[in-house]
């Protein structure tokens, strides 16, 4: 049984949706949604980066920032998923860095 051809503009949509989905945000996406998720007080002491594989790594400043952020890593990660998407950021990684 054969298939019934598909038009060429539903088959051009669905290939852009699934690009379109699989894109990495830019730089200033991720830090702008970095910013407005972690709160004032915090972000200046945090810089995202890198996204590399679906993983967000973020510098912090020093080990008292390191352990906060830690313990609030899963809400961090829903927050962030909200705001760039989902399957765009599945976890996060704190290290002491530059800011």
Known sequence: MKKKPEK???VVKSIIK???DQSIPTSEAVTAAWDEVVGNKAKLHTKPASLIKKRLTVNVD???WLYELTLKKESLVKEMKKRLGEGKIEEIQFRIGDI
């Open 8 to 10: 060429i503009d539903g």
């Open 18 to 20: 699934r690009l379109d």
């Open 62 to 64: 020093g080990s008292t």
